[in-house]
């Protein structure tokens, strides 16, 4: 195995599934910590049933110790004139360094501050929203103000036998068959047609599109293909719409040479050009030629192509392929069937920075999406506050989920293997075309990137055991 070192990384990361992280919980009161080295205050305020206000205050011993101990570490390794390294006066290391040390010190105590206060008490700490450092100098004690946001407490509903519904998997032989015509489909050939267009034609037209007289071209400058074209093919009819919203259903019965004006009307959501949305324009359309569409025989050379060598050998592979397609699908919706069940049992605040953090995602995911789909950029700062309210609904429902499935992973012992690690490097190596012990490599060098693939393989084994206890009910085929 080439993984080891991926594992132990991890296992060296801090424990936890996700940014949810390591948890401990903290009781609401203010407790003095004294030991012969150290001298601690912790105080705690609930600013909300998730956010909590940690104030740890450390005497002035603790903080002089901590700069005494800073000095001596930048002793070590000085190098000033006349002196060997680690010989040189405490007084010539602080003048020379003293902005360094003062940064190290005031890092130092900060941490010590956290750290106390998650090692004395039992507190869950999801995320650090604030930190206020306060004034941190040596002979002077140091009030650090941590605010962070806990994991929300919560019994876990029941979960084993959750219901899901998933289809039949044995296709039908209209499935099949419409299988195989799509297959001749993609190899046809399209012949000039000298008769009235049909279905599944294809036509070669002009067209220039008005709106209230006013020409389209002058309302989406930018966008002339919904305007004015000289030339362009659209299906009859066809199951896939053209650039022209129900162009396709106009088309039947004209013939070369004809001229028409037809309606369109744009969806009030229309996307690739909003100026359009909503409008009903009118469209003078010439048609230029007809081709009809030729599907090629089902004969030897077909089957050759298809990598058979008979049309039940054909009809076989379709099927079996169908059958893959269809359990694929059902694992789908029952992974999401199962998330969304168990989010439907139980209610419990959630912390909002693990909301405003995934909002983020939503959002970026969204825009990224939608702008390979063509969408403009002007569009989404015009919607900025639905997508971000959508965006927000839909992350809050991530995070429960999230916080849900971290519960269930451990009641369920649920862990990451070093055959978990193996799989997604496979898989990752794979898709990105990387050298697997590169990948190795560099994720053993990134603490952060660990815990989201720790995260993932949590989520995905908890959503896994869901469905293996889930009740499974099958529907009954469409007539």
């Known amino acids: 195995m080439i993984r080891g070192p991926v594992v132990q990384a991890l296992n060296m990361a801090e424990s936890g599934i996700d940014r949810i992280g390591v948890l401990r919980r903290l009781p609401d009161s203010f407790i003095e910590i004294t030991s012969e080295n150290l001298t601690v205050n912790i105080q705690l305020n609930n600013v909300s049933e998730t956010r909590k206000s940690i104030v740890v205050t450390l005497d002035k011993s603790e903080v002089d110790a901590e700069h005494q101990a800073t000095v001596v570490e930048f002793s070590k390794f000085a190098q000033l004139p006349g002196f060997r390294p680690g010989k040189a006066p405490a007084s010539m290391i602080l003048k020379r360094y003293a902005k360094e040390i003062a940064g190290e010190f005031k890092q130092k105590v900060v941490s010590k501050a956290y750290k106390s206060a998650l090692d004395h008490e039992n507190v869950e700490v999801l995320n650090i929203v604030n ?11 140091a009030a650090v103000t941590v605010t962070v946001d806990v ?4 019994a876990l509903p029941d979960y084993v036998g ?21 297959l001749r489909g993609e190899r046809a ?3 000039v047609a000298d008769r009235a267009a049909q279905k599944s034609d294809y036509v070669k037209l002009s067209y ?77 359309i010439e048609v230029l030629e007809i081709r009809e569409r030729a599907l090629p025989e089902l004969n030897e050379e077909f089957f050759k192509s298809q990598q058979v060598d008979s049309l039940d050998a054909l ?10 397609r269809k359990d694929y699908e059902n694992q789908t919706a029952q992974r999401r069937q199962v998330t969304e069940a168990i989010a439907g049992k139980i209610e419990f605040p959630i912390p909002q ?31 900025k506050k639905e997508l971000f309210a959508g965006a927000q609904k839909a992350a809050a429902q991530r ?53 989201a693939i720790q995260q993932n393989i949590i989520f995905d084994k908890a959503v896994d055991f869901l469905v293996s206890k889930a009740s499974v009910s099958t529907t009954q085929p469409k007539a």
């Open 131 to 141: 930190l206020e450092e306060g004034t941190i100098e040596a002979g002077l004690s």
């Open 151 to 154: 994991r929300p407490e919560f």
């Open 162 to 182: 959750l219901p899901t519904e998933i289809a039949p998997t044995e296709a039908t032989d209209t499935e099949v068959d419409a299988v195989i015509e799509g």
């Open 189 to 191: 050939d399209f012949k």
């Open 208 to 284: 220039e599109g008005t709106i209230d007289g006013k020409p389209v071209a002058e309302i989406v400058p930018d966008k002339q293909i919904y305007g004015k074209v000289p030339q362009t093919w659209e299906e009859v009819e066809g199951t896939n719409e053209g650039v022209l919203p129900g162009l396709g259903k106009e088309l039947a019965g004209i013939k070369t040479g004809d001229k028409k004006t037809v309606a369109i009307a744009f969806p009030a959501d229309f996307a690739p050009a909003p100026a359009l949305a909503g409008k009903a324009a009118s469209y003078a």
């Open 315 to 324: 009809k076989a592979s379709v099927r079996n392929n169908l059958k893959l």
């Open 353 to 383: 920075s693990l909301i405003e953090s995934e909002t983020q995602s939503v959002l970026r995911q969204f825009i990224e999406e939608n702008m390979r789909r063509g969408v403009p950029q002007d569009q989404f700062e015009k919607d």
């Open 399 to 451: 995070v429960k989920v999230q916080l849900i499935l971290a519960k269930i992973a451990a009641a369920e012992k649920i862990t990451v293997s070093e055959r978990d690690i193996d799989n997604f490097i496979y898989r990752e190596a794979s898709r990105t075309g990387q050298n697997p012990d590169k990948l190795v490599k560099d994720l053993t060098k990134d603490r952060d990137q660990l815990r």
